[in-house]
């Protein structure tokens, strides 16, 4: 199991980033997804996570309404698009995968984490 997030930068607050993880070795839909993130001196939080299991999508709080988390099953990839961007969501942002079927949710995900983790990409929100 591999995840290879990119599309990480710099942008002004106010911009748009989209995050793509490609996934190789295993077949995305098949497994919970999501991604994360780690500031500096901060734990990490889950941002946004989809459960396979019950179907269910969460997204934190603090980038409900501004990122939107998506999946192309044909190219095995997983995306975070991540519109009005702040300086507060700069960090280190990691792809996850979790090949569970036990009916957890994707909130659950996103609080207790995923067993297989890509190389994270930085996130850099600034003027």
């Known amino acids: 199991v591999q995840l290879q997030a990119s599309g990480g930068g710099l942008v002004q607050p106010g911009g748009s980033l989209r995050l793509s993880c490609a996934a190789r070795?295993?077949?995305?839909?098949?497994?919970?997804i999501g991604w994360f993130r780690q500031a500096p001196g901060k734990e990490r939080e889950g941002v946004s996570c989809i459960s396979s299991s019950d179907g269910s999508t969460y997204y934190a709080d603090s980038v409900k309404g501004r990122f939107t988390i998506s999946r192309d099953n044909a190219k095995n990839t997983l995306y975070l698009q991540m519109n009005s961007l702040k300086p507060e969501d700069t960090a280190v942002y990691y792809c996850a995968a979790d090949p569970a079927h036990f009916g957890y949710s994707g909130r659950y995900y996103c609080a207790f984490g995923m067993d297989y983790w890509g190389v994270g990409t930085q996130v850099t929100v600034s003027s």
């Open positions: 070795g295993f077949t995305l839909d098949d497994y919970n």
